[in-house]
T-cell receptor, first 121, second 109 residues
Framework: GAVVSQHPSWVICKSGTSVKIECRSL??????MFWYRQFPKQSLMLMAT?????????EQGVEKDKFLINHASLTLSTLTVTSAHPEDSSFYIC?????????????????FGSGTQLSVL | GEDVEQSLFLSVREGDSSVINCTYT??????LYWYKQEPGAGLQLLTY?????DMKQDQRLTVLLNKKDKHLSLRIADTQTGDSAIYFC?????????FGTGTRLQVFP
């Protein structure tokens, strides 16, 4: 099956530094990539949707200057947490989607990365 | 915004059936999904159901949908220790997946 590689799987950084998380579709081209944030014992919160070659669409309440998303190619999207603070500590998950349409997302093939645990000291 | 809710925890004995419940708010959702997340990992799609269906069975999994009450459930028959994980229901809203709060299933011997 298709694979989405997310790197790094965990990162610890000092407050004030920036952290980049990569999401790669290894054997397919992703028309759209999604970035989610998961708090402990809470649901996955959709942060933004990115399409290759265009600006990301951010969900309400997500600071676009804080969470920079670059979708430079059909196989790579990056999320950069700028000037990270302890409250940014969380589990970040990307997903990559092939195809569009109104059928179930399974028919459009949505694959998830294994997530990145970010801890900001 | 759209809201999808689940109970946080469920504990069952190995071999028993597990039932995980979910309520959602968007009546226009055409598809509803169940995902499984193992510790430190991404999400794995288990099954999905089209909104004009009441039930879908897939091996040990049975999905029930009550569209009137906006209630979705996942029944796992003969629950095994390997089923221990967090289970998320999700609905499609426009072109996005909106996830529930997740139910942590713990299976004990």
């Amino acid at each position: 099956g298709a694979v989405v590689s997310q790197h790094p799987s965990w990162v610890i950084c000092k407050s004030g530094t920036s952290v980049k998380i990569e999401c790669r579709s290894l054997d397919f081209q992703a028309t759209t990539m999604f970035w989610y944030r998961q708090f402990p014992k809470q649901s996955l919160m959709l942060m933004a949707t990115s399409n290759e070659g265009s600006k990301a669409t951010y969900e309400q309440g997500v600071e676009k200057d804080k969470f920079l998303i670059n979708h430079a190619s059909l196989t790579l999207s990056t999320l950069t947490v700028t000037s990270a603070h302890p409250e940014d500590s969380s589990f970040y998950i990307c997903s990559a989607r092939v195809g569009r349409g109104q059928g179930p997302i399974i028919n459009e093939k949505l694959f998830f990365g294994s997530g990145t645990q970010l801890s900001v000291l | 915004g759209e809201d999808v809710e689940q109970s946080l925890f469920l504990s069952v004995r190995e071999g028993d059936s597990s039932v995980i419940n979910c309520t959602y708010t968007d009546s226009s959702s055409t598809y509803l999904y169940w995902y499984k997340q193992e510790p430190g990992a991404g999400l794995q799609l288990l099954t999905y159901i089209f909104s004009n269906m009441d039930m879908k069975q897939d091996q040990r999994l049975t999905v029930l949908l009550n569209k009137k009450d906006k209630h979705l459930s996942l029944r796992i028959a003969d629950t095994q220790t390997g089923d221990s994980a967090i289970y998320f229901c999700a609905e499609t809203y426009t072109d996005k997946l909106i996830f529930g709060t997740g139910t942590r299933l713990q299976v004990f011997p």
